[in-house]
């Protein structure tokens, strides 16, 4: 499937197949046709990947706004996960949920961006709740499987820091919680609210 967008840049991104998946990704997310989105591959310490607004004249209009996701090619990182070398169904729920946080950016003005970065930064509860939300919004686009898919890779894979690890487990939605979204989901097109434990 070749789906075009004009909004999409990429940024060091070599690969033709990390290209096209993006492409196929946003292509289901029609809130974001409109929207500049950049791929960038670019060296991060402390994350695989991440999506956020980029700041610019465009920042201060919500309706103008241009958002990236970005993705590491720091070697502490890529020595455990390669991008490009993981199986399909694993990018693209990673990049489904990176999306999910573009969605949820969206209507934030201004001042609720900065205090969506504040909080995120500084409180762990405020960041869990951003990722499960972020988990929700790519199951409601259909990416259900793919975002499960990518987490038990990611608990699976031997190499993997522990921290890493623990970190997933304690930010994100469990395996049980995603699979009673994609149930729902499936049955009724409709996403029940996320439940904080």
């Given at each position: 499937m070749t789906v075009s967008n004009s909004n999409i840049l990429f940024q060091n991104v070599q690969s033709p197949q990390l290209r096209e998946w993006?492409?196929?990704?946003?292509?289901?997310?029609p809130e974001l046709q409109d929207r500049p989105i950049y791929l960038?591959?670019?060296?991060?310490?402390?994350?695989?990947?991440?999506?956020?607004?980029?700041?610019?004249g465009a920042f201060l209009r919500r309706a103008k706004?241009?958002?990236?996701?970005?993705?590491?090619?720091?070697l502490d990182v890529t020595q455990h996960v390669v991008i490009q070398d993981l199986p399909k169904e694993v990018v693209v729920g990673w990049f489904a949920h990176e999306l999910g946080h573009i969605v949820d950016y969206l209507n934030r003005p201004v001042l609720g961006m900065i205090s969506f970065g504040l909080g995120y930064a500084l409180w762990s509860r405020y960041m869990r709740k951003a990722e499960r939300v972020a988990d929700t919004l790519a199951v409601a686009?259909?990416?259900?499987a793919e975002v499960r898919a990518t987490k038990q890779?990611?608990?699976e894979h031997a190499t993997l820091p522990p921290h890493y690890k623990k970190r997933l487990k304690r930010y994100y939605l469990s395996a049980d919680e995603l699979e009673g979204m994609i149930l729902t989901w499936e049955r009724e097109r409709e996403m029940p609210e996320v439940v904080e434990l």
């Open positions: 993006f492409t196929e990704i946003l292509a289901e997310y960038r591959k670019t060296s991060m310490k402390r994350s695989t990947m991440r999506a956020q607004p980029i700041i610019n706004r241009h958002y990236r996701v970005d993705f590491s090619n720091h686009h259909g990416f259900g890779y990611l608990l």
